[in-house]
């Protein structure tokens, strides 16, 4: 059974940094594209981005406009989201996702298995 277990996440002030880290088990992950996507109150979940089976492609939503950055380690099982100057409508909770194939995509229909879910608030 696979399982997606995300980390970071947390309080930052508009401009800060962080990083969400997900470390996927129990398929093979290097065969799987992985996507990230957010939610937040009272909103519909949202694609952040993605990155294909072998971290050579990645795919951005249209809000990101170069701030955030997705990388894999096939060796760890892990995907990383990077996001730099962040904004307080960047809040919301942040979902890892593993797609059904090795490509990317917008639709959460084609991610099989997602993580916990990490609280990201952006504030002053």
């Known amino acids: 059974q696979v399982q997606l277990v995300q980390s970071g996440g947390g309080l930052v002030q508009p401009g800060g940094s962080l990083r969400l880290s997900c470390v996927v088990s129990?398929?093979?992950?290097?065969?799987?594209?992985m996507g990230w996507f957010r939610q937040a109150p009272g909103k519909e979940r949202e694609y952040v981005g993605g990155i294909n089976w072998y971290g050579t492609k990645t795919d951005y939503g249209d809000f990101v406009k170069g701030r955030f950055t997705i990388s894999r380690d096939n060796a760890k099982n892990t995907v990383a989201l990077q996001m730099n100057s962040l904004r307080p409508e960047d809040t919301a909770t942040y979902y890892c996702?593993?797609?059904?194939?090795?490509?990317?995509?917008?639709?959460?229909?084609?991610?099989?298995?997602w993580g916990q879910g990490t609280q990201v608030s952006v504030s002053s």
């Open positions: 996702a593993e797609s059904r194939t090795g490509w990317t995509s917008r639709a959460s229909d084609d991610y099989a298995a």
């Open positions: 129990g398929r093979s992950f290097e065969d799987f594209a």
